[in-house]
C-alpha cells in the first residue's frame, strides 16, 4: 500500500468512531425519565409560584414601600390639616370628649390630642407631649425638628428663622392668685411670609412648673413691669402687644415645651387692653 493509502483509511476509521460517539449520546439522551419532562412543563404552564400565608403573617416590605410609622405620624401630618372628621376619626377613633365650639379631644395609643374643626374640616391640631406621644414637623415645613419632651423655643425659632415669631403670651404673669397652671405660650408662622393674613402656624405652651420655667417667667415679668407698670402686666396687657416678643424669645430660649398645635386660625390668649 502507498503512504495515501494508508492515510485515507486512518481518517475513515476516525470519522466513524467519532459518528458512533454522537449517535450513542443521542440515544442515551432520548431514554431520560419522561415524567421530569413533564413536571418541568407544568410548572412553566402554571405561572408564579402563590405562598399563602398564615394568619398573622404579613408580606415582607420591598425597599420602595415606606413603613408606616404609627397612627401618630399619620395623624400629623400636614396632609391631615383641612381633611373632614371622618377621615380624623378613622385614625383616632371616636373623641372622649366634645364641644358646641368644635373642639374634640382624642385618645390615641396613650397620647392625649386636640382637634379643632371649622364645619366638618380639621383646622388645627394639638398634642401634649411626653417621651412617648412626640413627632416629626418635616411634613409641616419646620425640618430637622421633633416634637418631644426635650422641645424647646430656641429650636422653632432657629428652624423657622426670628422673623417667625407672632405672639408670646401667659394666661398669668404676677397676682395669678389661685389660679391653676398658669401657661406661657407662643406663636410662630411656619409660612415663609409671617405677613399673610393666616399663614400656617404652630403654637408651643409650657406649664409654669419647674426651676428653668419659672426663672424666664421672673425676668420677663419683672422686664415688663420695669417698662409699663404692675397694673399693666397685673392686667394682663402684655397679651395684646408684639413689642416684647424678642424679649421673651431670648428668656425662654432653653426652656422646654410641654405642648404644641398646628393649623390656621389657634386660639390665643385673650387680649384685656385698658385701651380696649
Known amino acids: 500500500m502507498s503512504r495515501n493509502q494508508v492515510n485515507f483509511i486512518i481518517g475513515a476509521v476516525c470519522v466513524f468512531i467519532l459518528l458512533g460517539f454522537a449517535l450513542a449520546f443521542h440515544y442515551i439522551s432520548s431514554q431520560k425519565d419522561p415524567s421530569l419532562t413533564q413536571a418541568k412543563a407544568a410548572i412553566e404552564a402554571s405561572g408564579p409560584e402563590i405562598i399563602t400565608l398564615g394568619e398573622g403573617a404579613s408580606v415582607p416590605l420591598t425597599a420602595s414601600e415606606p413603613q408606616d410609622s404609627g397612627r401618630l405620624a399619620q395623624l400629623f401630618n400636614l396632609k391631615t390639616i383641612g381633611s373632614s372628621k371622618k377621615t380624623v376619626e378613622a385614625i383616632t377613633g371616636k373623641p372622649v370628649q366634645a364641644n358646641e365650639f368644635g373642639m374634640s379631644e382624642y385618645e390615641l395609643d396613650g397620647c392625649n390630642i386636640s382637634v379643632v374643626y371649622d364645619?366638618?374640616?380639621?383646622?388645627?391640631?394639638?398634642?401634649?407631649?411626653?417621651?412617648?406621644?412626640?413627632?416629626?414637623?418635616?411634613?409641616?415645613?419646620?425640618?430637622?425638628?421633633?416634637?418631644?419632651?426635650?422641645?424647646?423655643?430656641?429650636?422653632?425659632?432657629?428652624?423657622?428663622?426670628?422673623?417667625?415669631?407672632?405672639?408670646?403670651?401667659?394666661?398669668?404673669?404676677?397676682?395669678?392668685?389661685?389660679?391653676?397652671?398658669?401657661?406661657?405660650?407662643?406663636?410662630?408662622?411656619?409660612?415663609?411670609?409671617?405677613?399673610?393674613?393666616?399663614?400656617?402656624?404652630?403654637?408651643?405652651?409650657?406649664?409654669?412648673?419647674?426651676?428653668?420655667?419659672?426663672?424666664?417667667?421672673?425676668?420677663?415679668?419683672?422686664?415688663?413691669?420695669?417698662?409699663?407698670?404692675?397694673?399693666?402686666?397685673?392686667?394682663?396687657?402684655?397679651?395684646?402687644?408684639?413689642?416684647?416678643?424678642?424679649?421673651?424669645?431670648?428668656?425662654?430660649?432653653?426652656?422646654?415645651?410641654?405642648?404644641?398645635?398646628?393649623?390656621?386660625?389657634?386660639?390665643?390668649e385673650t387680649c384685656q387692653s385698658a385701651a380696649g
Not at 140 to 149: C, D, Q, R, S, Y
Not at 156 to 173: N, P, V, W
Not at 257 to 262: M, N, P, Q, R
Open 119 to 268: 364645619g366638618n374640616k380639621l383646622k388645627n391640631i394639638g398634642l401634649l407631649l411626653s417621651p412617648t406621644c412626640r413627632v416629626s414637623l418635616a411634613s409641616f415645613g419646620i425640618p430637622n425638628t421633633e416634637a418631644g419632651p426635650n422641645l424647646t423655643y430656641g429650636q422653632i425659632e432657629e428652624a423657622l428663622g426670628a422673623g417667625s415669631i407672632r405672639k408670646f403670651q401667659a394666661s398669668c404673669l404676677i397676682g395669678c392668685g389661685n389660679a391653676a397652671d398658669p401657661t406661657v405660650s407662643a406663636l410662630y408662622a411656619i409660612d415663609s411670609n409671617p405677613n399673610e393674613p393666616q399663614p400656617l402656624e404652630i403654637q408651643l405652651e409650657t406649664v409654669q412648673v419647674g426651676d428653668t420655667t419659672l426663672n424666664a417667667v421672673e425676668k420677663w415679668s419683672k422686664t415688663l413691669v420695669d417698662q409699663e407698670g404692675e397694673d399693666w402686666v397685673t392686667n394682663g396687657e402684655y397679651n395684646c402687644e408684639d413689642r416684647y416678643n424678642y424679649v421673651a424669645q431670648q428668656l425662654f430660649n432653653n426652656v422646654e415645651v410641654h405642648a404644641i398645635t398646628i393649623g390656621y386660625d389657634i386660639a390665643t
